[in-house]
């Protein structure tokens, strides 16, 4: 009799357990105005989704959302504020106002010249070295969790572009500090999402786009591009591989919160060693199969790049100052992320492009210094 009782509260506590987990459960969508192949989903973010689910036994599960079905490049921020969606990707020069100091970072584009070093510094700089960009997700009732790391952008181009003569007079979709570069090649800037401008290209109405190799497949524009200057050309900073509305974090118990951060230096490793690095080389391969064709750039393109990298230490605290980041301010990030940078330098070389030892930098380096429930 007394075993029978046993088993019926054994029983019982079981069912409890269960409808507790069930009641706790939380399904979360994450908004991706990039389409479902590109690698920051494949690579960064669907692996890391499926751990979160698996280390909280199901309670927290996330469906990815592709190609702009619920928020493109711009309203992302929006989206996200107003929990259209629970997450997604946010590219600060979409909102520049909004995101001001996260977008000093973002200028610093031409600075560096190794991606590990470069997205350890962004994300360090970010999460622990500027107050200001964090106030700016939490004023949109958002939370950064993690970003991640482009290759260098490129000109690829419809037309035959070889040497920087040729850029002169023609539409180049750039973004932020990107047109200050594409303005100094006497090309003209402008501003779009990547999603838009193969559209553009296919009309005529953009010559090239500045932008890495790895867009030629996840944007389509292998079907329009025929040149490319494969001289290394800045790229993207401070870039949010998972921005989260604040109160679908809040509803996350401690214990879920850890857990998600846990999985995030893994994701933003994989995203850009994997996601970026590893589809450049496989996309350019195919390209050239395909018939691009990939020229240099040469020692014009350095001589302008080292002169355009001394004038941005002017340039970007002038041009913050007209979304209201003072000069002081800026010049603070700006070399609080030039000391993260030339400490990252110091970094990858060991790191090299393993995935496993980035995670355990950006994990050591950064997230051990982080209370998830203080977010």
């Not at 079981?14 to 069930?22: F, G, M, P, R």
């Not at 395909?290 to 002017?314: I, Q, S, W, Y």
């Amino acid at each position: 009799m007394l075993q029978k009782i046993r088993l019926i509260f054994a029983v019982m506590a079981a069912v409890l357990l269960v409808a507790a987990q069930s009641a706790s459960a939380k399904d979360f969508v994450y908004g991706s105005w990039v389409s479902a192949k590109h690698g920051v989903n494949t690579a960064g973010l669907a692996p890391y989704f499926k751990a979160v689910e698996r280390d909280t036994g199901g309670a927290v599960k996330w469906r990815i959302l592709a190609g702009g079905q619920m928020v493109s490049a711009r309203s992302t921020l929006p989206g996200v504020r107003d929990r259209i969606v629970d997450a997604g990707l946010l590219i600060p020069v979409f909102n520049r106002k909004e995101m001001a100091h996260n977008n000093v970072l973002f200028d610093m584009g031409m600075f560096g010249s190794d991606m590990v070093a470069m997205g350890g510094a962004s994300i360090e700089t970010v999460m622990l070295n500027c107050p200001e960009c964090l106030a700016e997700y939490k004023k949109q009732n958002q939370v950064y969790l993690g970003g991640f790391q482009t290759t260098d952008f490129k000109l690829i181009c419809a037309k035959k572009v070889t040497k920087l003569s040729d850029v002169k007079g023609l539409k180049v979709r750039a973004v932020g500090a990107n047109a200050r570069w594409v303005r100094a090649m006497g090309g003209s800037p402008v501003a779009m999402s990547p999603v838009d401008g193969v559209t553009a290209m296919q009309r005529g109405a953009l010559a090239c786009i500045h932008g890495p190799i790895a867009w030629l497949t996840s944007y389509g524009y292998m079907d329009v591009a025929k040149w490319v200057i494969d001289y290394p050309m800045g790229n993207p900073r401070a870039l949010s591989i998972m921005t989260m509305n604040r109160k679908s974090w809040a509803s996350l118990s401690l214990a879920h919160k850890k857990v998600m951060i846990k999985h995030m230096p893994a994701a933003s490793a994989r995203a850009t060693l994997i996601g970026y690095l590893k589809a450049d080389e496989t996309v350019k391969a195919a390209a050239l199969k395909r018939g691009l064709t990939f020229t240099p750039g040469g020692k014009e393109f350095d001589d302008l790049m080292a002169k355009h990298r001394r004038n941005e230490m002017v340039a970007i605290p002038k041009a913050l100052k007209k979304v209201k980041v003072k000069e002081k301010t800026s010049k603070r990030l700006m070399a609080a992320y030039l000391k993260n940078l030339k400490k990252w330098e110091k970094l990858a070389p060991a790191i090299g492009r393993d995935v496993g030892k980035l995670t355990a930098a950006i994990q050591r380096e950064i997230y051990d210094k982080i209370d998830p429930g203080k977010l």
